[in-house]
C-alpha cells in the first residue's frame, strides 16, 4: 500500500509537476483516509495488503460524513475529495483497479462571498 502512494508521489511530482506544497498536503489526505479505513475496519484480512482495489463510494460517503461530523469546512472537505480523486485517477491509469470509486461522489458546495466594493465617496 505504501508503495502505491510512494509511486503517486513520483508521479505528481515529475509527471504533473506539482508543488511540494500540494504533494505534502495530497500525501497527507490519503493517509487519513487510510488511516480511517484501517479504524472502522473496512478491510478484510485478504486486502490488508492492497486496499485499493476494495474501497467503494459507500466507504468514501462515510469517511466524508465523519469530517462534515467534526466540522471539517467544506472547501477543505472538497480539497481531500480532489486528492483522493487524482489517486484513485492514478490507479486506474495504472491498472490497479477496475473502476474509480470517486465517479458517483460529488464534491460539496463551497461557500461563496460577495466582495465588498469602495463606495463613491471611498473612491474620491
Known amino acids: 500500500m505504501d508503495e502505491l502512494i ?7 511530482n515529475l509527471e504533473r ?6 504533494r505534502k498536503n495530497y500525501l497527507k489526505d490519503l493517509n ?4 480511517y479505513l484501517e479504524e472502522n475496519s473496512c478491510f478484510t484480512e485478504n486486502s490488508k495488503e492492497n486496499p485499493w482495489p476494495h474501497v467503494d463510494y459507500l466507504m468514501v460517503r462515510s469517511y466524508l460524513g465523519a469530517l462534515y461530523r467534526s466540522r471539517v469546512k467544506k472547501v477543505t472537505v472538497a480539497r481531500k475529495l480532489s486528492s483522493l480523486r487524482s489517486f484513485f485517477k ?3 491509469h495504472h491498472g490497479e483497479i477496475r473502476n474509480n470509486p470517486l465517479d458517483v ?4 458546495k463551497t461557500e461563496k462571498y460577495i466582495p465588498t466594493v469602495l463606495s463613491v465617496d471611498e473612491v474620491f
Open 6 to 12: 510512494r509511486g503517486f508521489d513520483q508521479y505528481m
Open 17 to 22: 509537476n506539482l508543488s511540494i506544497h500540494t
Open 32 to 35: 487519513q483516509f487510510r488511516t
Open 90 to 92: 492514478y490507479l486506474l
Open 105 to 108: 461522489v460529488h464534491s460539496p
